[in-house]
């Protein structure tokens, strides 16, 4: 589960204070499936970053599955960053010296895993996004599309808690975006994770279980789910 406590971030530009969150408090359950959306500057990065543990609020409470980000120590934060979350981004950051096999077993060798358990898991996940039969293809190789469902897999390859998704569908074509939300709708329907997705797409919005609509860094608008009461309340 992923709580959100009267979370506030503010960033500092030149001489300017920017309110990238305000006071925001909700919840997203255990393997939901959770589309976060909002114009540019209305606090989805930041959101998604908290939830990463790759920022810290100014104030309020950012607990997953039961660890408090904001208190955690950097040795906590590693952890939780390299056992228990994936993330995709928008452009892949997948490594052109590697093929797309070796590629989705990067996180288990990071990990201790053994080549061969490695290889049989990162199998499985290349079946799980259908690319199968592109496992000794290199990045040069393959579409966008290939390249983002290779992704996926190396973000669940190590079986995360939460799944982290930052405009997965951002850089690609109508064909290969609705290939990725298929894996998302298999990921939620077999409730393989938690998954979050940021998104400008109203397609990919459609496809969660929940929307969460930010502007100016308040929850505009809540379908689906509900918040956490504010304090005193």
Not at 165 to 174: C, I, V, W
Not at 185 to 192: K, M, N
Request: proline share 3%; with cysteine; hydrophobic share 40%.
């Amino acid at each position: 589960m992923i709580e959100l406590k009267n979370v506030t971030r503010r960033y500092q530009q030149g001489e300017n204070a920017v309110l990238a969150l305000d006071d925001v408090s909700l919840r997203i359950e255990a393997e939901e499936f959770v589309a976060v959306t909002g114009e540019s500057g209305s606090g989805k990065s930041t959101f998604l970053h908290l939830i990463g543990g790759l920022d810290k609020p100014d104030a309020g409470e950012v607990v997953v599955n039961g660890l408090a980000l904001q208190t955690a120590s950097d040795k906590q934060l590693t952890e939780y960053r390299a056992h228990h979350l994936g993330i995709v981004f928008q452009f892949f950051n997948l490594l052109p010296t590697l093929n797309v096999l070796e590629n989705v077993c990067l996180p288990l060798e990071f990990q201790g895993v053994g080549l061969r358990e490695a290889t049989v898991r990162a199998r499985q996940m290349l079946h799980l996004v259908g690319m199968e039969k592109r496992e000794r293809h290199f990045v040069h190789q393959l579409s966008g599309g290939e390249m983002q469902r290779t992704a996926i897999a190396r973000a669940l390859v190590h079986r995360p808690k939460v799944l982290l998704a930052d405009e997965p569908t951002g850089n690609l074509d109508a064909a290969n975006a609705e290939k990725v939300l298929e894996i998302f709708r298999r990921i939620a329907d077999e409730r393989l994770t938690t998954l979050v997705v940021v998104t400008h797409s109203i397609e990919v919005a459609e496809t969660a279980e929940r929307r969460i609509h930010l502007r100016n860094g308040a929850v505009a608008e809540l379908v689906g789910g509900s918040t956490c009461p504010r304090n005193g309340e």
